[in-house]
């Protein structure tokens, strides 16, 4: 009885450790094309990109993922640059990173970058659509700046309160390593928030439930698409992010805590945007799906990070 027992178990652990093998996403491996860009100065003629293992040459990179965005991504440009000029001593460069949009949104972005011509804006477009954490990736594997702000294209994150995630950083930075990133939670019993559908707000609730399993509970908002890093804390942590998907922010925050790098969570004002690529159902399973995949392979040490190895890679 013992012996069958333990038959059972041991096909019961291996069938579960074969599944996380199967469903687990490796690194994305970019192609040839994906490491180039174009922009004002070569709009036909595609430049390669640089390294974020290179020392940095800009104050800022500001890296927006676009999937589709022909609609939002106009305004929240305009935005981005209106306030990025206020601050003269500040070098910076916009990346959008196009991740397979099937519209117009690479050459909209092309566009604008010729457009605002006087300031460094990069264009790239990923073969295939890999989700937004694959994008937000790639721009930072590639991005110059000492800081690196990641931005949705949707414009909902006001773009000035970058100070507030600049501020916050000057604070917390130790050896050169920080994380600051925008944050909702002071908004969740305002009207922007009571007003979104009961499903919406239960889903979110199980949401930071999982999340406080995992070892972040101490994040109140870890999805905020408004966050800024160190380039060495870039350097140590993106080489080394496997979920390309809407949970990215997650593992990020994960290693960040795993290589004891500085985080603070700064409230930023927010609202809602109409046109939002995540669908409420498919996505929150896959969502919860992710965090389970996340879960296991770090408990069993399949992914993991280290500050030596994130800085080799």
Excluded at 274 to 282: E, F, H, I, N, W
């Amino acid at each position: 009885m013992l012996l069958e027992t333990l038959v059972i178990v041991s096909f019961v652990v291996g069938s579960v450790y074969v599944t996380l093998v199967v469903i687990s996403p490796k690194l994305l491996q970019p192609s040839y094309t994906e490491k180039q860009f174009i922009s004002a100065k070569s709009p036909t003629q595609p430049l390669l990109l640089p390294s974020l293992s290179d020392s940095s040459s800009l104050d800022l990179s500001v890296v927006i993922p676009a999937y589709n965005e022909t609609k939002r991504l106009t305004p929240m440009l305009q935005a981005a640059i209106d306030h990025l000029i206020t601050k003269p001593s500040r070098s910076f460069e916009i990346l959008i990173v196009d991740d397979g949009s099937t519209d117009t949104t690479v050459s909209l972005a092309l566009s604008l970058a010729q457009k605002y011509s006087a300031y460094d804006i990069r264009v790239v477009k990923l073969d295939k659509n890999v989700g937004k954490g694959g994008a937000v990736r790639h721009g930072f594997l590639h991005a110059r700046g000492e800081r690196i702000l990641m931005v949705d294209a949707d414009g909902a994150s006001r773009f000035e309160d970058l100070e507030l995630l600049w501020n916050a950083m000057d604070d917390i930075e130790d050896d050169g390593r920080g994380v600051a990133i925008g944050s909702r939670a002071h908004m969740v019993n305002t009207e922007a928030v009571v007003k979104r559908s009961a499903i919406r707000n239960f889903l979110m609730h199980v949401f930071h439930f999982v999340l406080r399993t995992l070892g972040v509970g101490h994040i109140r908002d870890t999805q905020c698409g408004f966050k800024l890093f160190t380039r060495s804390a870039a350097q140590e942590l993106f080489p080394s992010l496997h979920l390309a998907t809407w949970v990215f922010d997650v593992e990020l925050l994960i290693m960040a805590q795993i290589l004891a790098i500085p985080v603070a969570e700064v409230p930023i004002a927010w609202h809602e945007v109409a046109g939002s690529k995540l669908s409420l159902v498919s996505d929150s399973l896959g969502m919860f799906k992710d965090l389970v995949v996340l879960r296991l392979n770090y408990i069993l040490r399949r992914w993991n990070v280290s500050r030596q190895k994130a800085k080799r890679n």
